[in-house]
Nanobody, 126 residues
Framework: QVQLVESGGGLVQDGGSLRLSCAAS????????MGWFRQAPGKEREFVAI???????YYADSVKGRFTISRDNAKNMVYLQMNSLKPEDTAVYYC????????????????????WGQGTQVTVSS
């Protein structure tokens, strides 16, 4: 059974930083593309970043230059370092896994992902 468990969310001030973590189990982690999505109240879940593996990364324009996705295949972990946070970054952040690696990379949307975590709340105060 595949499980993705996020942690690291919280309340931070405008301009602050947070590091989210996602622990994966029940899958051959290195074979999966790992992504981060977020969903703000009243809005659709949106793509944030993907780690395809082999240092192939891609970011949404809204977070490019501020967020960094990384993974540790030995520990089955994926991370999202978030710097220069803004109030508009406030959302529930979700970790997701896709075994359609190339498809997930070229189609940065939730339909490309097979497994999801429960989410972790990030709140940025102004």
């Amino acid at each position: 059974q595949v499980q993705l468990v996020e942690s690291g969310g919280g309340l931070v001030q405008d301009g602050g930083s947070l590091r989210l973590s996602c622990a994966a189990s029940g899958l051959t982690f290195s074979s999966y593309a790992m992504g981060w999505f977020r969903q703000a109240p009243g809005k659709e879940r949106e793509f944030v970043a993907i780690s395809r593996g082999g240092n192939i990364l891609y970011y949404a324009d809204s977070v490019k230059g501020r967020f960094t996705i990384s993974r540790d295949n030995a520990k089955n972990m994926v991370y999202l370092q978030m710097n220069s946070l803004k109030p508009e970054d406030t959302a529930v952040y979700y970790c997701a896994a896709s075994n359609r690696v190339s498809y997930a990379y070229t189609h940065p949307n939730r339909a490309a992902y097979d497994y999801w975590g429960q989410g972790t709340q990030v709140t940025v105060s102004s």
